[in-house]
C-alpha cells in the first residue's frame, strides 16, 4: 500500500536507503562476512567471461555492475539487451556464465535468451525480486535483490538494489580469487545508505529544478563520462517513461560528433559530474553546451563540486556513484511527469513487466 504517499514511486524512491540496509543485512553473515551461496561462488571462479542479459533499467544496472566484475573481480563481461542477444547471438567464450538481471524475473526477452542458452548447456544465474519468478527457477542459481514488491511501471529501488547486489558478487568473486581490495564493501554500502537518506530529504530543491528545468520543454539530453553515462541513460528513461519528454543519455564526448547539432537556446543538459578522473572533460562538454545555447544543470559529487553547480552529492566511494547520482534523477523525472499532470505510477503504453517479446 502507498500510505501517505501520493504515488507508488515516491514511496520506493523513498525506501532505497532501507532496501540498502537489508541487502547489507541479508549478504553477511555475523562476522561481518560476505555470505554467498558457494556454488554461485565456484561459477564465477569458473567463468572466463560473464554474459549479462537484461531489459531496460535492469540493463542500465547491468551496465555499472560490468564496471565492478571488471574492475574488482577482473573477469571481462559484455553487458547485451536481451531482446537483440536472443537473435543475434555473439561469438561466445570457452566458458560463459549467463547472468540474467530481471527485478519482474518474468521478462519475456530476457527469458528467450535462458531457454536458448540452457540448451547450449551453459550456466545461468538470475538476479532478481522475486526468487520463485520464471528466470529465477529455471535458472541454476538466484541472487535475491530484497527490494520488497515494486509497484510502479518506472523502476527505481530495484535499479539500486540490482547494482548493490552486483558490488557483492563482484567483491565475492574477487575474494574467491585471492584479489586484495583496498575498501570494506559493507561499509562503504551503509556509507551510500547514508547519503541516499540525505538525498531523499531534498525533495523541495530537486523538484524547484525540475519545476525551473522540464516544466515546458520538447526534451533533455542527460550527459556524462565513465560511471556517469550509465547513470545518463538510466536518467533519460526514467524521464522519458513517465513525463514524457523526449530524453537521451549520451557520453559526453560523442555530443561533438552529432547530437550537439540539437541543442537550442534553453535545452536542458543534465551533466553528472561524480568521476574524478574526467571531472575536467564532463566540464568541458557543458562549456560546449552551454555555448550553444544550453540550459545546463551540473550534479556533482562532493569534493568535486564548483560554484555554479546546481546539486552537489554527498560523497561516497566512487565505484558506487551511481547509487546516489540516481536518486536525483528519479526524483527530477517524478517531479516532471508530476507538474505536466503525467500518470505517475502508470505511464501510457506500458505494463510493469513485459511477458510478450
Ligand atoms: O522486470 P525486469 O527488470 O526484467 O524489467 C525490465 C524492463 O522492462 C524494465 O526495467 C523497464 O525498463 C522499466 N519500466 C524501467 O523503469
Known amino acids: 500500500e502507498k500510505g501517505t504517499y501520493p504515488h507508488f514511486m515516491l514511496k520506493e524512491i523513498d525506501e532505497q536507503p ?147 547486489v552486483l558490488a557483492i558478487l563482484a567483491v565475492d568473486t574477487a575474494n574467491a580469487k585471492g584479489i586484495e581490495l583496498d575498501f570494506d564493501p559493507m561499509q562503504e554500502l551503509a556509507i551510500v545508505a547514508n547519503a541516499m537518506e540525505v538525498l531523499t530529504d531534498q525533495k523541495e530543491e530537486l523538484e524547484q529544478l525540475a519545476r525551473d528545468y522540464f516544466s515546458t520543454t520538447r526534451n533533455a539530453f542527460f550527459i556524462g563520462r565513465s560511471g556517469d553515462y550509465n547513470v545518463s ?52 562538454n557543458v562549456q560546449e553546451v552551454v555555448a550553444r545555447g544550453a540550459k545546463a544543470m551540473v550534479i556533482s559529487l562532493k569534493g568535486l563540486e564548483e560554484d555554479d553547480d546546481a546539486f552537489v552529492l554527498p560523497h561516497v566511494h566512487e565505484l558506487l556513484t551511481p547509487l546516489v547520482s540516481v536518486i536525483p534523477m528519479q526524483l527530477l523525472a517524478y517531479y516532471a511527469a508530476l507538474h505536466r499532470g503525467c500518470d505517475v505510477d502508470k505511464p501510457r503504453n506500458l505494463a510493469k513487466s513485459v511477458t510478450v517479446e
Open 18 to 164: 532501507i532496501v540498502m540496509r537489508k541487502i547489507i543485512n541479508e549478504y553477511q553473515n555475523e562476522n561481518n562476512e560476505l555470505k554467498l551461496d558457494t556454488d554461485i561462488r565456484s561459477a564465477m571462479k569458473a567463468a572466463d567471461r560473464i554474459y549479462i542479459i537484461a531489459a531496460g533499467t535492469s540493463y542500465h544496472a547491468g551496465l555499472v555492475g560490468k564496471e565492478f566484475l571488471e574492475k574488482l573481480a577482473k573477469i571481462p563481461v559484455e553487458v547485451h539487451v536481451a531482446s537483440e542477444f536472443s537473435y543475434n547471438m555473439p561469438l561466445l567464450s570457452e566458458n560463459p556464465l549467463f547472468v540474467f538481471i530481471s527485478q519482474s524475473g518474468e521478462t519475456a526477452d530476457s527469458r528467450s535468451v535462458l531457454v536458448k542458452i540452457k540448451e547450449m548447456g551453459y550456466p545461468a544465474l538470475t538476479i532478481t525480486n522475486v526468487p520463485g519468478s520464471t528466470l529465477s527457477r529455471e535458472a541454476d542459481y538466484t541472487l535475491n535483490l530484497y527490494a520488497g514488491p515494486e509497484i510502479a511501471v518506472a523502476s527505481t529501488k530495484a535499479y539500486t538494489a540490482q547494482i548493490a
Open 233 to 284: 541513460l538510466e536518467a533519460a528513461l526514467k524521464l522519458k517513461e513517465i513525463s514524457y519528454i523526449q530524453a537521451e543519455g549520451f557520453a559526453g564526448g560523442e555530443l561533438k560528433h552529432g547530437t550537439i547539432a540539437l541543442i537550442e537556446e534553453g535545452t536542458p543538459v543534465i551533466a553528472l559530474a561524480t568521476q574524478k578522473n574526467v571531472n575536467y572533460s564532463i566540464r568541458g
